[in-house]
T-cell receptor
Framework: GEEVAQTPKHLVRGEGQKAKLYCAPIKGHSYVFWYQQVLKNEFKFLISFQNENVFDETGMPKERFSAKCLPNSPCSLEIQATKLEDSAVYFC????FGGGEGYTFGSGTRLTVV | AQSVTQLDSQVPVFEEAPVELRCNYS??????LFWYVQYPNQGLQLLLK??????LVESINGFEAEFNKSQTSFHLRKPSVHISDTAEYFCAVTGLFGIQGAQKLVFGQGTRLTINP
């Protein structure tokens, strides 16, 4: 399809529980990006993929965050042992050529850690 | 590396008045520039972009932005705003020329545009 599909829209987890978010990029787009929006404004880059390969993971808190993009499956972002500070909206974006043409963003997953 | 500064966190204007949202960037390489809009409780929508060519770019809903290389700016303007333009606006940059692979967007802090009747 022509939209980036993110599921679920909302996710509530108790502190210490695992959270898993999914993203289906637009068909034919080879690049996938994850961003974290905290405090309603600030966008923090987490990780990018070129097909199933990690391209840039400089934004990932590696001790608890992991992500995958496997062939014929939605991409996923997993947070082990969530903390209160992980509460945010997580956006996925995809692009066909790496970014210059503009990224298409999903509608986000709002994660609330209680 | 790139960085983006949006000089105004909030801009209140009256309906049908003109508006300018300011954006400055810094980069050691040539860049692509974008404006995204985020309506309440929604994702980001691409408003317009500068890749190359004419420094003045326009969107379908009346916004325009001008790339000024000497001032490293990409300000967003609209001559007459509507209530429906109330949203958060994000300026973003990516360094791309001559670089292969997935280039991440670097966002500004956002500007909340509030239109008053």
């Amino acid at each position: 399809g022509e939209e980036v599909a993110q599921t679920p829209k909302h996710l509530v987890r108790g502190e210490g529980q695992k959270a898993k978010l999914y993203c289906a990029p637009i068909k034919g787009h080879s690049y996938v990006f994850w961003y974290q929006q905290v405090l309603k404004n600030e966008f923090k880059f987490l990780i990018s993929f070129q097909n199933e390969n990690v391209f840039d993971e400089t934004g990932m808190p590696k001790e608890r965050f992991s992500a995958k993009c496997l062939p014929n499956s939605p991409c996923s972002l997993e947070i082990q042992a969530t903390k209160l500070e992980d509460s945010a909206v997580y956006f996925c974006a995809s692009s066909q050529f790496g970014g210059g043409e503009g990224y298409t963003f999903g509608s986000g997953t709002r994660l609330t850690v209680v | 590396a790139q960085s983006v500064t949006q000089l105004d966190s909030q801009v209140p204007v009256f309906e049908e008045a003109p508006v300018e949202l300011r954006c400055n960037y810094s980069s050691s390489v040539s860049v692509y520039l974008f404006w995204y809009v985020q309506y309440p409780n929604q994702g980001l929508q691409l408003l317009l972009k500068y890749l190359s060519g004419s420094t003045l770019v326009e969107s379908i809903n009346g916004f325009e932005a001008e790339f000024n290389k000497s001032q490293t700016s990409f300000h967003l303007r609209k001559p007459s705003v509507h209530i429906s333009d109330t949203a958060e606006y994000f300026c973003a940059v990516t360094g791309l020329f001559g670089i292969q692979g997935a280039q991440k967007l670097v966002f500004g802090q956002g500007t909340r545009l509030t239109i008053n009747p």
